[in-house]
């Protein structure tokens, strides 16, 4: 299965989406409120062609699948009469429909990946298996629009929502450009509201979406693919670039894709506000988290929460019991892993969240021990600082496994990590031969002092653009000339660099 | 209403204007200024210009524009870029014909035999004449032109939009990119000033230039190239610009030769005349006027601007060799006094033996030279070719004596002193032994 085309046109840090956008927008505020929807689902439409014409179809099929099984739950479950029997037909439609658009799912994303595995199985019973090959694309955005079209379907049944019955606007919840190919998976509480009732143009609205895509495109462009540079050179020869430079790109790999995903999402976020939609902010200062619950209700948060709304919770939570509570963990976050990609890596990186998760819930007990043994208050800042590091390095260390090509890659990783000692690198240019010079390097912990001074702030509820935007007239240009000018020139784009490169693209 | 959205209107416009301006100079500042080194001239005035010289290495380094002022008065510009084929030629003088045109044009023969529009290997060369172009219509066809394969989709948008390339500079950031850096070589290069000092590096390489064959032994299989020297004739035709089609004299095998004379076969189907150096005789000295064996050296290239110079003047009567205006002679005395003075402070600088000789070869310098009877300079047939191609004293001490092998004294006529250098060569190979 081929991943993502090398001929990719409409990311968001392209001329072709630097053209788009504006002209969608002015042409969106133009045009009178009844066709606005229409204008904005022939965008993302257009939009998500511009990645492979084809596979619009199959966007547009399960649009007509889910809508389809809303009207139906909508018409059944909540009818008047036989209520048991109809809530059965419901419950027929959801699974139906879960089939169909997960079925499609396993074919497009996971089909080689099980058979593959399912023929190694049988080859170990000296039995072979041989699966036809099928030359595949793997469809841009399928995990996250699939995952936002059955969301929806189960808000119906749980009566959460009411089924929509305007087809555009639901076709639109579904493909909504910004948050179409790398999410947010929005709810269709947040976002079918807002569509049914598009908001105005307002001037306030406009920068602040401007100023979240600017910081989405800083995070892009100066941070994330910088460091892509030294990960994938010290990654990619590990035996040349030991130890301690493989230490150093997994803490850099972590801030790579942090914010490589953290700014795909704050563009989306900035181009919706533009449009007058409100998507929910997929990440809140995650390097913060003082523990791995907590780093999972910071990361990704419209992915841990589907999950968690739409997995752990009809599972049973914690509501039954320990054992159950940690079965269910593994399963949820060994389906997360899954959900990223078809690989190994992937599950075994969500396994290990979801046994630190464990760990932490067994040893909150003891830990409660120990502090008050030991004299250590909660709520202090060494204390703080104390967990925060911990759970960065927990995290961390798990991220080897999601950038690691395969297992075995992960495991020299690892070994080359625990046995190589070699800290004189930090000392010397060494760090400076592998694929970044010296003021790159410069930049690059200066731009992330700058992610980690917003973050802080957000942790403390200070949302930096609403000061910004609350300043004078001139200050704020001053501000976005500088972003804009820092960000042009120091960002990785242009010419020898290709732009298609976010990396939640592949899922 | 109107007001409060005029006045948000006008400050967003105001705000983006000053953006606009700020990311202009930040582009400026940003782009490697080494165009300007080549073309600052000829932008500047490019009225001056009655003959352009385009065509490739050969003809950037072995033609010299302040040369021939001086000695004919013709006033030319050398538009020629390392590894610059016909198709680019075509498009620079295309580009520059929308600013000036000249009255003639002389083009270089080497790149007839080159089959594709541009070298690879010559792509900062290529980058730094197009971006000197100034944007328009014909520099976007230009470069859809010449860069129409998917490889060439990255060149294409450095050329059109160079800010994507350019802003990466930051990191590399000099004295040149605040302030431009000047030359007084009219676009030429000798391509000596700037390697002075580095190891083994010789302005001098014996080189044995062959005889001219029968120009009607030309091998006339169509290329790109050749394409393009038609289409470049019938532009100057259209535009009644004379054309004259030369080739310099270097180390060619047959075939070369017989692109060669593909050219000048060409021109004759139009009229067009040719200069061919390799008939030239009693002219040039392979084992002095090269600089490698396809370039001449500054010797070298004095030799062929001098012969240029008088083709040109004795049949191209209409090419002025007065000036017409106080102003426009001034400018063009003042270049060349610059252009001395450049060169008198460099040739102090160059170390080699060969190098120093030959470039004492120019005829401004007055040489007083003393050479120790039994030194190895003495044996060295190319050194005494330099050294008797000097305007020089030349003066023997005795063999015993400790003076060293070779002392030079540089003057320049009727002037002041501007150098002195020894040598001393413990083995007879004296090519590339460094000053004392």
């Known amino acids: 299965m081929r991943s993502i085309s090398r001929h990719r046109k409409m990311v968001f840090n392209s001329l072709s989406f630097l053209i788009f956008f504006p002209i969608v927008v002015s042409l969106y505020y133009v045009f009178p409120k009844k066709i606005q929807p229409f204008w904005l689902l022939a965008a993302s439409y257009y939009f998500y062609m511009s990645w492979n014409a084809k596979y619009a179809i199959l966007i547009l099929f399960s649009t007509v699948v889910t809508y389809l099984t809303g009207i139906f739950i909508g018409k059944f479950k909540f009818a008047s009469e036989n209520q048991s029997s109809k809530t059965k037909y419901a419950k027929i439609f959801v699974f139906v429909c879960f089939l169909i658009n997960l079925g499609l799912l396993f074919f497009f994303k996971y089909y080689h990946f099980f058979f593959d595995n399912l023929t190694k199985l049988f080859s170990l019973i000296g039995i072979n298996l041989s699966s036809p090959f099928l030359d595949v694309i793997l469809p841009v955005g399928i995990s996250f629009y699939t995952f936002q079209a059955l969301g929806y379907c189960v808000d119906v049944y749980r009566g959460t929502i009411k089924a929509e019955t305007n087809f555009f606007r639901y076709a639109l919840f579904v493909s909504f450009f910004p948050q179409l190919v790398a999410g947010p998976i929005e709810r269709s509480g947040n976002l079918l509201n807002q569509l049914e009732n598009p908001k105005p143009f307002t001037y306030n609205r406009f920068l602040e979406g401007i100023l979240l895509m600017l910081w989405g495109f800083f995070q892009k462009l100066v941070i994330a693919d910088r460091i892509a540079i030294f990960v994938d050179k010290t990654y990619g020869d590990y035996s040349t670039y030991p130890g301690t430079f493989l230490v150093v790109a997994t803490i850099l790999f972590s801030f790579q894709i942090y914010c490589d995903f953290g700014g795909y999402s704050n563009i989306a976020r900035g181009a919706a506000l533009i449009l007058g939609i409100d998507l929910m902010n997929n990440f809140i200062s995650p390097y913060l988290s003082k523990n791995c619950g907590e780093f999972w209700r910071r990361w990704h948060i419209s992915l841990s929460s589907w999950f968690r709304d739409y997995l752990y919770i009809p599972l049973g939570g914690n509501r039954k019991g320990k054992i159950r509570k940690y079965l269910n963990l593994i399963v949820v976050f060994g389906l997360s892993g899954l959900w990223h990609g078809a690989n190994w890596t992937y599950i075994i990186w969500g396994l290990v969240n979801g046994i630190f998760q464990i760990i932490g819930d067994l040893l909150k007990k003891p830990k409660e021990i120990l502090y008050s043994l030991a004299g250590i208050h909660k709520n202090k800042f060494g204390t703080d600082l104390a967990k925060i590091t911990v759970t960065y390095i927990l995290i961390d260390f798990s991220w080897i496994f999601f950038r690691a090509k395969d297992i075995h890659h992960a495991n020299e990783i690892i070994k080359s990590i625990f046995t190589v000692f070699n800290p004189e690198i930090l000392f010397n240019d060494a760090l400076y031969n592998c694929g970044l010079t010296r003021r790159e390097f410069s930049i690059l912990i200066f731009s992330i002092m700058i992610l980690l001074f917003v973050d802080i702030l957000n942790k403390k509820g200070i949302e930096l653009r609403r000061k910004v935007l609350d300043q004078d007239y001139w200050f704020r240009v001053v501000v976005f000339c500088v972003s804009i000018c820092f960000i042009l020139i120091f960002g990785l784009w242009g010419t020898g660099y290709r732009s298609d490169a976010f990396l939640y693209f592949q899922f | ?436």
């Open chain 2, 1 to 436: 209403m109107k007001k409060p959205f005029m006045k948000k209107l006008l400050r967003f416009t105001s705000a983006f204007l000053i953006t606009l301006f700020l990311l202009s100079m930040i582009a400026w500042t940003l782009s490697p200024k080494s165009w300007y080194h080549k073309m600052n001239d000829f932008y500047d005035y490019p009225e001056d210009y009655d003959v352009w010289f385009l065509g490739s290495s050969h003809v950037i380094m072995g033609t010299l524009p302040e040369e021939l002022y001086n000695e004919y008065g013709i006033r030319s510009y050398n538009l020629a870029a390392y590894g610059q084929t016909f198709a680019i030629d075509y498009w620079v003088t295309k580009n520059l014909f929308e600013i000036t045109k000249p009255k003639l044009i002389v083009l270089d023969a080497a790149q007839t035999g080159y089959d594709g529009k541009y070298q690879t290997s010559n792509i900062s060369s290529i980058k730094l004449m197009m971006s000197s172009l100034p944007f328009g219509k014909e520099k976007i066809k230009a470069i859809n032109d010449l860069f129409d394969s998917e490889s060439d989709k990255d060149l294409k948008t450095e050329l059109l939009f160079p800010f994507a390339s350019d802003h990466y500079n930051w990191e590399y950031l000099t004295k040149s990119n605040f302030h431009s850096n000047v030359s007084y070589e009219l676009g030429s290069d000798q391509n000596v000033f700037d390697q002075r000092g580095k190891s083994n590096y010789l302005l001098v390489t014996p080189t044995i230039i062959p005889e001219a064959i029968d120009v009607e032994d030309a091998d006339m299989t169509e290329t790109v190239n050749s394409n393009y020297l038609r289409k470049i004739i019938e532009l100057c035709s259209d535009n009644n610009v004379e054309v004259l089609i030369v080739k310099c004299p270097l180390n060619a095998a047959k075939d070369k030769l017989q692109k060669y004379n593909q050219a000048f076969a060409i021109g004759k189907e139009y009229g067009v005349p040719y200069l061919n150096g390799f008939e030239l005789e009693n002219v040039f000295d392979g084992d002095t006027d090269m600089w490698d064996s396809s370039h001449l050296n500054s010797l070298g290239a004095r030799k062929w601007t001098h012969e240029l110079g008088k083709y040109i003047s004795e049949n191209y009567t209409q090419i002025e060799t007065s000036t017409t205006s106080p102003t426009m002679k001034k400018r063009w005395d003042d270049r060349y006094e610059n252009y001395l003075k450049f060169l008198d402070s460099e040739l102090p600088l160059q170390t080699f033996f060969y190098s120093y000789l030959m470039l004492c070869t120019n005829q401004r310098y007055e040489l007083d030279i003393v050479i120790r009877d039994g030194s190895h300079v003495l044996n060295d047939k190319v050194a005494m070719k330099l050294i008797n191609s000097c305007s020089a004293n030349i003066a023997r001490a005795d063999k015993n004596s400790k003076k060293p092998d070779i002392s030079i004294t540089v003057r320049i006529k009727n002037g002041d002193i501007i150098d002195q250098a020894v040598y001393s060569f413990s083995s007879k190979t004296v090519n590339s032994y460094t000053r004392n």
